[in-house]
């Protein structure tokens, strides 16, 4: 059988069940003090006897850019989602990426299944789903609206009766356990041969490595990781960002507001701060991320407005907009005047009043978006080929090679 070939990559057809798992906000310290503490047996087991490394995921580090990554097996010069918000600068309007409008490819999932494999997305949250399923005929549904997926739709219906619960609250750990149970039963039930399935970072965002919700929400993944393998699954791991802890030690938010900071210097309205890890849905971050883009009224004042924000305590980067999309590999139509980065330990807002911070109901900020949250652990149940390029180490290992490691580098089986 002919290999499929999307956006310049080949990919070999699945010869048995394979799995994706987008570990949503799983840092590399979960897996470390994970492994450490013996709460992860199965990820233990895959560091002894499959693959794990340690790769860069897609800056900025959030959600959106990185599922598209993955997904589409590059960039996002290529595929065109560069954060979940983004500035039209046509109309001047602040638009939100809630569907698959701006995708500028084809994915390896819609790909795969136009080539008769039987392919399937599940995802925590719908709006993710509406994304990753631009164009697949295949199953697709997400545990946020399992109640309402029908045939037509989503590939399928009966979701609850198959999963054997009711669907989760939009803020639990169980939005992802409901995904990872749900591939399990498409597993049992051969529905599909190649399955997609991205959790939410609900409990990441809130819980540090090593505390007690962090170890039992970690301990379930790796318990239905296991129960993939042993339903002979080849079962590939990444995560589309890690997380970091953005407080001060007082236990309050440590966020930069940028355009309070430039607009109090160079004027009102001097500046226009974009957070593109913005989401309504989304509260207990208050929409603070390590990574913003920002839009100055006046061109000419762009060298000064970037030397205010680099002298800013906790800034880590200011790069000029095609400067930021060729190091990060963004699309340049989509990035701002500049791009301002925060450190491991801050975070970057507009002005105070755009930042509800009353959803963190007492939890120290923990977010991600910058650079000290690329680095992301990428794991496969099984051995890869030695001369699987990516991880001979002649380039980067990406989070976004996973669906080549799984399905071009893995070991032939001896069975
Ligand atoms: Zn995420």
Redesign the pocket.
Known sequence: MADVSVNGRRYRRPERPTVVI?F??CDPEYIRRGVADGVLPTIASFQNSGFYAIADSVVPS??NP??ASIVTGVPPAVHGISGNYYLDRATGEERMITDASLMRCGTILAAMADAGVKTAAVTAKDKLRLMLARGLEGINFSSEHADRATPAHNGIGEVEAMVGRPKPDQYSGDLSLYVLDAGLRLLERKAATLLYLSL??FIQHAHAPGTPEADAFNRAVDQRIAAMAVAGAIVGVV???GMNDKSRPGGEPNVVFLQEELNGRFGENAVRVICPITDPFVRHHGALGSFVRVYARKATDLEALMAASRALPGVEAVLDGPAAARRFGLPPDLEGDFVVLGDAGTVIGASRGEHDLTGLAGHRLRS?GGLGEQKVPFMVSRKLRSDWAPAKGTRALRNFDIFDAVLNGVEPSKA
Do not use: V
Request: charge should be negative; include cysteine; proline fraction near 0%.
């Open positions: 987008c949503d906000g959030f959600t990185n599922n939410s970072d995560a589309d960002h991600h």
